[in-house]
Nanobody, 125 residues
């Protein structure tokens, strides 16, 4: 599965962005798709995930209430709607997909076999 992330950019605090993750070569069916982010000097961190077939989601506490993950089955695309952005949300955002993700490892990078190239999100104060 090849993943293509897009939608990043520069916004002011309080603004919104929507990231997209599209799979090529294979459907997302049967996969859990997640967004991770990595800020400069920090480790990559889990943001949110969605079971593509069933729609169940998980969201990190740090973004709960501001970020929403969703999917469009027909377009084979997963979205991350980011509202009320803060400077601390500045990071490279990666989408990832895996078929062996369960509740105990959903936030672990090692659960995801496929990764996109990342898209930069910059939030200024």
């Amino acid at each position: 599965v090849q993943l293509q992330a897009s939608g990043g950019g520069s916004v002011q605090a309080g603004g919104s962005l929507r990231l997209s993750c599209v799979a090529s070569g294979r459907t997302f069916r049967g996969h859990t798709v997640a967004w991770f982010r990595q800020a400069p000097g920090q480790e990559r961190a889990f943001v949110a995930s969605v079971k593509f077939s069933g729609g169940a989601t998980n969201t990190a506490e740090s973004v709960k209430g501001r970020f929403t993950i969703s999917r469009d089955i027909a377009k084979n695309t997963v979205y991350l709607q980011m509202n009320s952005l803060r400077p601390e949300d500045t990071a490279v955002y990666y989408c990832a997909a895996g078929t062996t993700v369960v509740s105990s490892n959903v936030a672990s990078e090692t659960a995801y076999a496929y990764w996109g190239q990342g898209t930069q999100v910059t939030v200024s104060s």
